[in-house]
């Protein structure tokens, strides 16, 4: 006589289990499909201004229950808080499980939830946002100046009536210019905050222009006399930097600031990475210089210096620097003797390419058309700079081809390339991207 075994409740439920399993279908040689997890890796708890992009990308990552990366999984990124604006809000994982976004947070002060879900699970995000310190700090670009427009200053210019520099305003589509004020201040350089205020430095104090009236406004007093550039500061307002230090302004006056000491520094060498937020700068002595950078959020403190490129390819002096996004940025470089041109830098893989635009061999080893050169400034696919020695204004495309060039003593006076001279586009609204 046969016996049967009655199986228990936990048997069945292992039965069901393992029958489910068994009739899924096979991943091709990697076994049967598993159930998806979904987990958050990075960026969470964040904290910013009000309307304010996020510094860093919100990450997660999709998995199989055993934990192995899960590619080519839909994933979707949603808020229900008001003003939160996500970019990629629907992205698909790579090949080791990661998908990210990139989140512009709310109006309000106060906690944000962003969700990334999947079909099988959600896991939830949160970010602070604090109200600004001061109306500068305001992240929302305000355009009062001409999107696009490439301003000048420099203390050499038939626009000059006096003694001091001027500032004028260029206007690519026209290439006219407009003198916007003459200061009897010697200016250093100018500025475009993210808020679209215009900035100007000179050896003491930081100014801020009053549109329509165009009046200078004391905005910031430095507590000595040193020649400083000034750069966007993406998390605030603005950055700066001497011979001997980098400096991150946020309010006037404020004690909210952060500092760094350094040695060597190249003060026309600095530029703010649109992308991460890290400070870039050039330190050194001919012929070996370097590209360091610093990381840092815009507004704390500077982090830890991150490893240099180096730059010793000749006996070429640094002259000025730009971003061209996604990890790349152009340095003007000029000597007395043949190295008169544009580098090319890619941080990501470390790549300098000293070739990228050659104005020697561009004008056939002619040193007088070679012109002398100093700041550069971008805008879209255009480089902007000021040949000093044939007063001019010249446009290279990031493709390194010659485009336009502009002649006109407003620029510089002629034979008088010793002047010094500041150029910036004003911004237009800057959809963060990073990779």
């Not at 069901?16 to 049967?32: A, M, W």
């Not at 302004?249 to 000491?261: D, G, K, R, T, V």
Request: contains cysteine.
């Amino acid at each position: 006589m046969k016996m049967f075994k009655i199986a228990t409740p936990a048997i069945l439920t292992l039965l069901l289990i393992s029958t489910h399993l068994l009739h899924i279908s096979c991943d091709g040689n990697e076994g049967f499909n598993e159930p998806s997890i979904l987990a958050i890796y990075s960026g969470n708890d964040q904290t910013e201004r009000v309307n304010a992009t996020l510094p860093e990308p919100l990450v997660a990552r999709v998995t199989y229950i055993s934990g192995k990366p899960r590619p080519e999984i839909e994933v979707s990124f949603t808020s229900d808080d008001p003003g939160v604006i996500i970019f990629y809000p629907t992205a698909t994982s790579d090949s080791d499980g990661f998908v990210s976004c990139i989140v512009t947070l709310g109006p309000d002060a106060g906690q944000y939830q962003i969700a990334a879900s999947i079909e099988e699970d959600t896991d939830i995000f949160t970010a602070t946002a604090a109200e600004n310190e001061c109306p500068e700090e305001n992240p929302v670009l305000e355009p009062v100046w001409t999107q696009g427009n490439v301003f000048i200053t420099t203390t050499s210019s038939s626009y000059i009536e006096g003694s001091g520099s001027v500032l004028i305003e260029f206007h690519p589509g026209t290439e006219e210019t407009t003198k916007i004020l003459e200061t009897t201040h010697t200016i250093i350089d100018l500025a475009f905050s993210p808020h679209g205020e215009l900035f100007l430095t000179s050896t003491e104090a930081i100014f801020k222009v009053t549109p329509v009236t165009y009046e200078l406004e004391t905005f910031y007093t430095f507590s000595s006399s040193a020649v400083r550039e000034i750069e966007p500061n993406f998390g605030s307002v603005l950055a700066c930097a001497s011979s001997t230090e980098l400096r991150g302004i946020f309010c006037p006056e404020s004690e909210l600031s952060a500092e760094l000491s350094y040695s060597n520094i190249s003060p026309e060498c600095l530029v703010a990475d649109p992308d991460r937020r890290d400070l870039l700068f050039i330190t050194g002595v001919p012929p070996t210089f370097a590209l360091r950078s610093v990381s840092w959020d815009g507004r704390s403190d500077f982090g830890e210096l991150n490893d240099p490129i180096i730059l010793d390819t000749g006996p070429w002096i640094p002259k000025g620097i730009c971003s061209g996004g996604q990890g790349i940025f152009y340095i003007t470089i000029d000597d007395d003797d043949d190295q008169r041109g544009i580098a090319r830098v890619d941080t990501k893989t470390g790549t300098v390419d000293t070739d990228f635009f050659d104005f020697y061999a561009y004008f056939g080893g002619n040193s007088a058309d070679a012109g002398r050169w100093g700041d550069i400034a971008r805008s879209d696919n255009k480089l902007y700079l000021i040949d000093k020695f044939n007063d001019r204004l010249v446009v290279i495309g990031t493709d390194g081809q010659w485009l336009d060039e502009t002649e006109s003593d407003v620029f510089s006076m002629p034979y008088s390339y010793s002047e010094r001279y500041g150029i910036a586009v004003a911004p237009r609204p800057l959809l963060l991207l990073r990779n």
